[in-house]
């Protein structure tokens, strides 16, 4: 099972990966932990990486499937993996599949309305040394303006105010557009309503893969 989750910036895709990664196990593969890592690491790839983002270019596509190449045939990712910030297009999508044609594909899009999303994003607020993520909604420091880890103070990101929020979004529809017109049409879409609790969107999310991966099984057993 290949599950792959799209969803606006602010819209609980990293929660939402998370309890999918502990409830069944699958390993959750963020393309910038990725990336990171290699980078620390100083490998040939993270090498590489490293020259284009010096030279304020994004890292190109052969060196991001290399990586995930190099995870999802590891043993922790036999029976599923998750994918969070892969593939971004239609182009990403089709190499993604060349490396693995057979693998059972979902995907799962967290769908929120625009104004909730720059409520969100307009209440986040982050931890201005070790980076530790705050929202006066949800997730209070403990003392009003500091960092709760390191005690550093709490600012606001710049691209964190409504009229930036809403060109990002803008920006983000645009680019999976053709994306999700893309797996509509493969017939492994699913839009699940991301407002409301953490715990009942992640229980519908449940259900969908609970239900696919039934369906692959009865599938398998007939072959
Ligand atoms: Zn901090």
């Known amino acids: 099972m290949r599950v792959i989750l799209l969803g606006p910036p602010g819209g ?3 929660t939402q990966g998370e309890l999918i990664e502990k409830k069944y196990g699958f390993p959750k593969i963020s393309t910038g932990d990725l990336l990171r890592r290699e980078v620390q690491e100083k ?9 284009e983002m010096n030279q304020g270019e994004l890292v190109n596509d052969d060196i991001v499937i290399e990586m995930i190449k190099h995870k999802i045939f590891q043993p ?22 060349e490396i693995e044609e057979k693998r059972q594909e979902i995907v799962i899009d967290i769908h929120l309305s625009e104004q909730t999303l720059i409520q969100r ?11 530790a993520i705050y929202n006066l909604l949800a997730r209070n420091p403990r003392k009003e303006g500091t960092c709760d880890f390191c005690g550093s103070k709490l600012i606001q990101r710049e691209d964190d105010v409504p009229e930036v929020i809403k060109e990002r979004l803008k920006v983000y529809h645009e680019q999976t557009e053709a994306l999700i017109d893309y797996y509509s049409r493969k017939k492994v879409y699913f839009r699940i309503d991301g407002e409301g609790k953490i715990e009942t969107i992640s229980k519908n999310i449940y259900s969908i893969l609970d239900r696919e991966i039934a369906k692959s099984r009865v599938m398998e057993a007939a072959r």
């Open 76 to 97: 922790d990712c036999k029976r599923g993996y998750i994918l969070d910030g892969f593939p971004r297009n239609v182009g990403q999508a089709r190499r993604l599949e």
């Open 121 to 131: 994003l307009s209440e986040r607020r982050i931890c201005s040394s070790c980076g």
């Open 43 to 51: 490998t040939t790839l993270g090498e590489m990486a490293k020259a």
């Open 12 to 14: 609980g895709k990293g």
